[in-house]
């Protein structure tokens, strides 16, 4: 198999947030790894994609069918995911309902980073996901990354850390070689 990309999926689709910030800078640790990598960004998703996307207008929104194929392709995923009331964004889960299921999860691989203002670093947020990613029959690589007290906007928040900068980098070369 070609050297597929790895996925490194935005769990918000707020524009111009933390989260996006965090993901392309994962993707840059990925590529001076000599991996390749994409970004998905779910705020590409068209606004009302609930209702232009989904059900009966299944396959009729050319956004959201670019997203599902990049899913679809995709053999490995990085979800960087903010903690949204101690689980994770409801468009990132809308977004996982309406792909095809076993097709896009079944036997791939994943890792998951939270990121959050409290203390847990979004730890609910991953425990959620990682029951849906195991119920989807995705492997999930075992080192979760918690990012906590993210209390402001910047990217230089969480690379300051050098703890968490060389957690980002564990990560990425399990994620590599997983």
């Known amino acids: ?37 994409q970004v998905l960004e779910l705020a590409s998703l068209p606004p009302d994609f609930m209702a232009s996307a989904l059900h009966e207008n299944c396959g009729k929104d050319n956004a959201f069918n670019q997203a599902k194929s990049q899913m679809e392709q995709a053999q490995k995923y990085v979800f960087i995911v903010p903690d949204y009331n101690a689980s994770f964004p409801g468009v ?27 203390y847990r670093g979004g730890s609910f947020a991953l425990s959620h996901l990682t029951d849906i990613f195991h119920y989807l029959r995705m492997h999930v690589y075992p080192l979760n990354l918690t990012l906590s007290r993210i209390s402001d906007s910047r990217l230089e928040t969480i690379l300051a850390n050098p703890s968490y900068a060389q957690l980002l980098e564990e990560q990425a070369e399990g994620i590599i070689n997983f």
């Open 1 to 37: 198999m070609p050297d597929q990309p790895i996925l490194v999926v935005v769990g918000t689709n707020r524009p111009n947030s933390l989260t996006s910030a965090l993901a392309h800078h994962y993707a840059e640790i990925l590529k001076n790894k000599s991996a390749s990598a």
């Open 92 to 118: 990132l889960k809308a977004f996982i309902d309406e792909l095809e299921f076993p097709k896009t999860f079944a036997g791939k691989k994943c890792a998951l980073v939270g990121i959050s203002k409290g």
